[in-house]
C-alpha cells in the first residue's frame, strides 16, 4: 500500500484525535547590514571544524544491509570508509566526534509526536543558520551555550534551532554534526536540544534541492548520487531528521519554523496531529500526491507551518485571529523564524517573537534568551537587551 493511500487511514484517526482534544521558497528577504564590522569576530571556521583540516565535506553515513558505510570529501577527492564491528574510531580521528554512534541510532527507533515540555527555566532560541556554521557556533559561544571546545555548557537549558540548517551557505554539514552532539551531550547534563523541521528540511527531503549550495551539488556528484540521497531515510542525519517535529510546546510557548495561520486553525489540527501528518504523509512523498489532497496540500504550502508569513506580510492578520489561533493551542505565544528580520520582532504585545535575524548572511545574528520569566535578545558581541 503506498504512502498516500496509508494516509486517509490516519487521516481518520487524526480528526478523531483532534475532536478528543477539544477542538522560504521565497527567501528572498534581505537585510541591509550596519555592522559590517562584526564579521571580524567569526575567526574560528576557515577550513574546517574537524580534526583532519583537510575535510572540507561530510561525513555523509549510509546504513544498508546492517553495514555502515561513511564518505566525506578530502583534498578534493572522495574517502569511503566501511565501519565494522561499531568501530568509530576513524571518525574520532578525522572529525573530532565524541558521539555515541550505537546510542544515537538506536533513539530513532521511536518518534516522540507530542513534543510538549513543562518547567523549562532558561532556554535559547536560534533560527535560519543556513549553513553559517562559524557564525551559528559564535552565537552559542558568546551565550555560553558551548565552550570554546564547541562542547555543550549549558547544564538543564533548552536549546531550540527553530529550523532551516539546509541551503545557502557551505557548512550544512558541520552544523547538523554540532547539533546532533550538542543533543546527546545536552540529555547527559538535565537539558534539552530540540531542532525543528522548517521548509529548507521539507525541500531537500523531497528533493527540490533549487537552493542547495552549488559545492553540495558537486560533492554529490563526485560521490556518485544526488544531494538528497545523502540524506535519504538509510543515513544517518536523514533518519534523524525523520524523527524531528514541525511544532513544539515548551511552558506556555509554541514553536513553529513559519507561523500558524488561521486556515490551519479551522482544520482542527492539534500540535501533535501536525507532527504526525508531516512524517507520516509529507515528508518523502511526491508533490502531484501532496497537491491532490486538500489538507495535505495546505499544510505543505504558504499557509502551512513552514512556509506562512502571514503575521509580517500583508494585512489581513490581526489581534482577533492571533488570540484564536493561540486559544486553540492553549499557549500564550509563538516563537517563530523563516522571515528575516533586522533583529528579533516581537509583535502583538509579544505574543509573537520572530527569531529569524540574517545569520544565513553570514555576518550578523541574534539568539533569543529566555531566563526568570523574561525575554532578552542576545547580540553576537555577547549582550543581553531585554525586550
Request: hydrophobic share 35%; with cysteine; proline share 2%.
Amino acid at each position: 500500500m503506498s504512502k498516500f493511500f496509508k494516509w486517509y487511514q490516519l487521516y481518520l484517526v487524526l480528526i478523531i484525535l483532534s475532536v478528543l482534544n477539544g477542538c522560504s521558497c521565497n527567501d528572498n528577504s534581505s537585510i541591509d547590514n550596519k555592522n559590517e564590522g562584526q564579521q571580524e569576530i567569526i575567526k574560528e571556521f576557515k577550513t574546517g571544524p574537524y580534526s583532519n583540516k583537510y575535510i572540507t565535506d561530510g561525513p555523509y553515513f549510509l546504513l544498508k544491509d546492517n553495514k555502515i558505510t561513511v564518505k566525506w570529501i578530502e583534498k578534493d577527492s572522495v574517502i569511503e570508509h566501511s565501519i565494522a564491528n561499531n568501530d568509530f574510531s576513524k571518525i574520532q580521528e578525522n572529525f573530532g566526534f565524541s558521539l555515541d554512534f550505537i546510542s544515537l541510532l538506536s533513539s530513532m527507533d521511536t518518534i516522540d509526536y507530542e513534543q510538549t515540555f513543562h518547567g523549562v527555566e532558561k532556554m535559547t532560541i536560534i533560527s535560519d543558520p543556513h549553513g553559517q556554521y562559524a557564525l551559528f557556533a559564535e552565537l552559542l559561544k558568546k551565550h555560553g551555550i558551548i565552550n570554546n571546545n564547541n562542547d555543550w555548557s549549558y547544564g538543564s537549558g533548552h536549546l531550540v534551532v527553530n529550523g532551516d540548517i539546509f541551503n545557502r551557505g557551505e557548512t550544512v554539514t558541520e552544523i547538523f554534526w554540532l547539533v546532533v552532539k550538542l543533543e546527546q551531550q545536552a540529555k547527559k547534563n538535565g537539558g534539552k536540544v530540540h531542532f525543528l523541521i522548517g521548509n529548507h528540511e521539507l525541500m531537500v527531503l523531497n528533493n527540490d534541492l533549487r537552493y542547495v549550495n552549488k559545492k553540495y551539488m558537486m560533492n554529490a556528484k563526485r560521490m556518485g548520487t544526488t544531494y538528497d540521497q545523502l540524506y535519504a531515510e538509510n543515513s544517518i542525519i536523514g533518519k534523524w531528521l525523520r524523527t524531528k517535529p514541525v511544532i513544539i510546546s515548551i511552558n506556555d510557548i509554541l514553536f513553529v519554523h513559519a507561523g500558524i495561520s488561521p486556515e490551519f486553525v479551522t482544520k482542527g489540527i492539534i500540535q501533535h496531529s501536525s507532527n504526525i501528518i508531516f512524517q507520516k504523509a509529507i515528508i518523502d512523498e511526491e508533490r502531484s500526491m501532496i497537491k491532490s489532497d486538500p489538507l495535505l496540500d495546505l499544510l505543505e504550502g504558504s499557509k502551512g507551518p513552514v512556509w506562512y508569513r502571514g503575521y509580517f506580510r500583508g494585512n489581513s492578520f490581526n489581534k482577533e485571529k492571533l488570540d484564536i489561533i493561540l486559544k486553540h493551542f492553549d499557549k500564550k505565544r509563538i516563537i517563530v523564524g523563516h522571515t528575516t528580520q533586522d533583529s528579533i520582532v516581537s509583535l502583538y504585545d509579544g505574543k509573537i517573537l520572530c527569531v529569524d535575524t540574517g545569520i544565513k548572511k553570514g555576518k550578523t545574528g541574534e539568539v533569543l534568551i529566555y531566563e526568570n520569566g523574561k525575554f532578552y535578545k542576545g547580540t553576537l558581541q555577547g549582550e543581553k537587551i531585554e525586550l
